[in-house]
Nanobody, 116 residues
Framework: QVQLVESGGGLVQPGGSLRLSCAASGRVGGITSMGWYRQAPGKERELVASRTTRGVATYAGSVRGRFTISRDNAKNTVYLQMNSLKPEDTAVYYC??????????WGKGTLVTVSS
């Protein structure tokens, strides 16, 4: 099990940018991928972007070309650079760490609000 701590959320105007960070600690050696999910009010949690330890990235269609996921293996930290933000990107963003066993660990979430 790992502990995940997110940071970087906040209020931003449409068209603006934010960068989220997620630092992992604990038994990080078994992680196979890390990523970001989000949950908007009244909606189910959905994948935003993920990146395997081999560097393969996956993006939701709604964010492809605007968001970039990256990972600093030395710091056990994953980042989500979000550009050209839209009001529909407003949600609580959760960091996820996945293991080969199928176990998933989650952070507590960070709120991103896109509004003028």
């Amino acid at each position: 099990q790992v502990q995940l701590v997110e940071s970087g959320g906040g209020l931003v105007q449409p068209g603006g940018s934010l960068r989220l960070s997620c630092a992992a600690s604990g038994r990080v050696g078994g992680i196979t991928s890390m990523g970001w999910y989000r949950q908007a009010p009244g909606k189910e949690r959905e994948l935003v972007a993920s990146r395997t330890t081999r560097g393969v990235a996956t993006y939701a269609g709604s964010v492809r070309g605007r968001f970039t996921i990256s990972r600093d293996n030395a710091k056990n930290t994953v980042y989500l650079q979000m550009n050209s933000l839209k009001p529909e990107d407003t949600a609580v963003y959760y960091c996820n760490a996945a293991f080969a066993s199928g176990v998933n660990n989650w952070g507590k979430g960070t709120l991103v609000t896109v509004s003028s």
